[in-house]
Nanobody, 122 residues
Framework: QVQLVESGGGLVQAGDSLRLSCAPS????????TGWFRQAPGKEREFVAA????????FLADSVKGRFTISRDNAKNTVYLQMSSLKPEDTAVYYC???????????????WGQGTQVTVSS
């Protein structure tokens, strides 16, 4: 069992940057692909980014390409989502998830965090 904890959310203005972190409590998750998803009020959960367990492959949603980057530091057992040029439409609860495949399909991820709120004001 892997329990994930997200941190780094907050309230920012449009154009600002924010870095989210995801770390497991207990067991290491360095062998897992890690993904970020988000869910805005009244909307379905959507894929944001994913990174392979070695960090050599990444996959980002078109809506965040050029603005967000995903990285991982397995020595620190942490995955990061660096968000830049934030827009009000990026406002959502952001979830970290761990799975075995590099995919944007949330059903493929086995473990999930509780989420961290990101609010971008205009």
């Amino acid at each position: 069992q892997v329990q994930l904890v997200e941190s780094g959310g907050g309230l920012v203005q449009a154009g600002d940057s924010l870095r989210l972190s995801c770390a497991p409590s207990g067991r290491t998750f360095s062998i897992y692909t890690t993904g970020w998803f988000r869910q805005a009020p009244g909307k379905e959960r959507e894929f944001v980014a994913a990174i392979s367990w070695r960090g050599g492959s990444t996959f980002l949603a078109d809506s965040v390409k050029g603005r967000f980057t995903i990285s991982r530091d397995n020595a620190k057992n942490t995955v990061y989502l660096q968000m830049s040029s934030l827009k009000p439409e990026d406002t959502a609860v952001y979830y970290c998830a761990a799975g075995r495949y590099l995919t944007g399909s949330y059903s493929a991820y086995e473990y999930w965090g509780q989420g961290t709120q990101v609010t971008v004001s205009s």
